[in-house]
T-cell receptor
Framework: EDQVTQSPEALRLQEGESSSLNCSYT??????LFWYRQDPGKGPEFLFT???AGEEKEKERLKATLTKKESFLHITAPKPEDSATYLCAVLSSEGAGSYQLTFGKGTKLSVIP | NAGVTQTPKFRVLKTGQSMTLLCAQDMNHEYMYWYRQDPGMGLRLIHY???????AKGEVPDGYNVSRLKKQNFLLGLESAAPSQTSVYFCASSYSIREKNEQFFGPGTRLTVL
């Protein structure tokens, strides 16, 4: 069974204090790893897709990286507006056109001014 | 472009009542999905569709039915609501599953079943 685990569950940072969120996965046939941001009362907002180990993507203060077992979302000099829940999802396939997308439970990030 | 829209935003039902949630997308996506999100459980796939006229079961399909009569619309039905179906429901769509497969989500429907 595919598993996606995010850590920590919650993270409080001071404004400007850089840190990383982790998403570890156990899947067969990785076809993509996705990062989403979710604000309270809203739907998840797409951030990045990573397809292979060693790949990196950046957007403003966020940088996502991927290894064979985990992905990191690095947040550099965060601002209060970066406060949100960050979701990781893994797309896997065992062949024959069968795909499965598994979401982690998310990391709730709070950035304190 | 409105992206993915959901109707209604909130709903309260009594046990045994029925209702239909409507999802619409204007991105010409082939794939559409219905999820539920519960505290501590993460997002779980209820049903999905790989194109107009097709539907398939996801992880938690029991108690729900879906229809995709038009490419841009995906309906989720509850025939006899139960308190266990109290949740936030999200619709999503994607261009494909193999490439350009990022999913775009609607704003959600908060459903309470009494």
């Amino acid at each position: 069974e595919d598993q996606v685990t995010q850590s920590p569950e919650a993270l409080r940072l001071q404004e400007g204090e850089s840190s990383s969120l982790n998403c570890s996965y156990t899947v067969s046939g990785l076809r993509g790893l996705f990062w989403y941001r979710q604000d309270p009362g809203k739907g998840p907002e797409f951030l990045f897709t990573l397809y292979s180990a060693g790949e990196e993507k950046e957007k403003e203060r966020l940088k996502a990286t991927l290894t064979k077992k985990e992905s990191f979302l690095h947040i550099t000099a965060p601002k209060p507006e970066d406060s949100a829940t960050y979701l990781c999802a893994v797309l896997s396939s065992e062949g024959a056109g069968s795909y499965q997308l598994t979401f982690g439970k998310g990391t709730k990030l709070s950035v304190i001014p | 472009n409105a992206g993915v829209t959901q109707t209604p935003k909130f709903r309260v039902l009594k046990t045994g009542q029925s209702m239909t949630l409507l999802c619409a997308q204007d991105m010409n996506h082939e794939y559409m999905y219905w999820y539920r999100q519960d505290p501590g459980m993460g997002l779980r796939l209820i049903h999905y569709s790989v194109g107009e006229g097709t539907t398939a079961k996801g992880e938690v399909p029991d108690g729900y039915n879906v229809s995709r009569l038009k490419k841009q619309n995906f309906l989720l039905g509850l025939e006899s609501a139960a308190p266990s179906q109290t949740s936030v429901y999200f619709c999503a769509s994607s261009y494909s599953i193999r490439e350009k497969n990022e999913q775009f989500f609607g704003p959600g429907t908060r459903l309470t079943v009494l």
